[in-house]
């Protein structure tokens, strides 16, 4: 057991390293393009902000948090998702405080205990953004071609926009009310679970993966057919936006995202096989759900990085490969170690990926290593090449060797 990592976690080692590096790095660079600002929260939260803010009828709290007592007695949860860790440190810093609206985005570890799947581990990381202050569906958009562009960006094509609404306060009465008149009929036929969703958050029951409840509420009344006014207006300018924006889209009614602080828009990306590659929407009341005193809206998605390189998988795209040796500089004797290594420092400072010998191999054996580096190119600093001040650097592609001075070899990589 002590060499063996838990189950429903990763090691990141090697290429999936590399991958989840480029990824990282392609969205942070879109995020500093569209102004969004990091922030970074703890790992572990009070468990009262996700039983309030993620809700107490979703399964992420019933059934998939990883809650403790710590030494203080405190209960304490490993955060199950990114949102709403980065509304409370928005509140208790008084971000609010601010010109709205606030754009934050986290790259974050998070914890769910459930059975581990493809793309989806107990311990995965999410990229994340929040867009709080703003009411208008530009910002929905604004996240959606964020999204857009970073999967173009790395090469992803199998994902389509899926968008629904899921309304306000005001129309989910009128709605509940009709979907659990429609239960009611099939209540019998309802996993256990649902039965008990259906007195606590019918809208719940839409999200079950159970075979047979899923049959029952494919004709379900939906969520769209029961907009009010103000609700209705925000889903048709977001379609007009997108449409004007040339950003393809499908309405699906059967998306209501699985955590109870969703109001109006819910979007997922999902590839041909029915896979999400991400999901987010408008959660108006969550800021109120944290703190009573305000009343703020917001916007955000997250993005599992284990579960876009599912999909880079699947679909068999290659990110860019990990840059090589360029150069290997092999060491004969102790003599020549001093000045062999102040190359290696040289080199590496002007950016340049050097490697060199710490295992005292003899020449052979080091270029062997070299080879398994892929260097690019080689040369030896040993007694005779100090005494000659002067050394071969070997194209290790074409064998062709150029004899340089010792102090000129540097000059030779550093254009």
């Known amino acids: 057991m002590i060499t063996q990592r838990p189950k429903g976690t990763q090691d990141w080692y090697g290429s999936d390293m590399h991958k989840r590096t480029i990824i990282e790095a392609a969205a942070r660079e879109l995020c500093k393009v569209f102004n969004i600002k990091e922030v970074i929260t703890p790992v572990f939260e009070h468990t009262v902000l996700f039983q309030r803010g993620v809700g107490e009828t979703t399964d992420v709290v019933q059934k998939e948090m990883y809650t403790f007592e710590d030494k203080g007695h405190r209960s304490i949860t490993l955060k199950p998702e990114g949102t709403a860790g980065a509304i409370r440190a928005y509140l208790e810093n008084n971000m609010y405080a601010e010109p709205a609206p606030t754009k934050l985005f986290y790259v974050t570890p998070a914890f769910r205990y459930e059975q581990p799947q493809s793309g989806r581990l107990r311990q995965h990381h999410q990229f994340g953004v929040e867009f709080v202050g703003s009411k208008s569906p530009l910002v929905e958009v604004e996240l959606i071609t964020l999204i857009t562009t970073l999967i173009r960006k790395i090469g992803l094509k199998d994902a389509k926009l899926h968008i629904n609404s899921i309304g306000c306060a005001n129309c989910r009465k009128t709605y509940n009310e009709a979907l659990l008149a429609y239960l009611k009929q099939h209540e019998e036929h309802l996993c256990p679970t649902c039965r008990e969703r259906m007195k606590k958050n019918p809208l719940r029951v839409i999200d079950c993966k159970v075979p047979e409840c899923k049959e029952i509420v494919k004709d379900a009344p939906r969520t769209i057919e029961y907009l009010d006014d103000e609700c209705r207006e925000h889903f048709e300018e977001l379609q007009k936006l997108l449409t004007e924006m040339n950003i393809p889209f499908e309405i699906d009614t059967g998306i209501v995202r699985g955590l109870d602080y969703y109001t109006k828009t ?136 150029t004899e340089v001075a010792l102090d000129a070899i540097a000059a030779y990589f550093i254009k």
């Open 266 to 401: 819910v979007f997922e990306f999902v590839n041909s096989d029915g896979f999400t590659l991400c999901g987010g929407g408008r959660y108006d009341n969550l800021v109120h759900e944290i703190d009573e005193k305000q009343n703020i809206p917001s916007v955000g998605f997250g993005m599992g990085l284990e579960r876009i390189l599912y999909f880079l998988e699947k679909e068999q795209v290659e990110l860019e490969p990990e840059p090589g040796v360029e150069l290997y500089v092999g060491v004969l004797g102790k003599e020549a170690r001093a000045q062999a290594y102040q190359l290696v420092n040289t080199l590496r400072m002007a950016g340049i990926i050097v490697e060199t010998d710490y295992m005292d191999r003899s020449v052979k054996a080091q270029m062997k290593y070299a080879n398994k580096l892929k260097a690019k190119y080689t040369v030896i600093l040993g007694e005779n090449e100090l005494k000659e001040n002067s050394a071969r650097i070997k194209n290790m592609e074409t064998g062709e060797q």
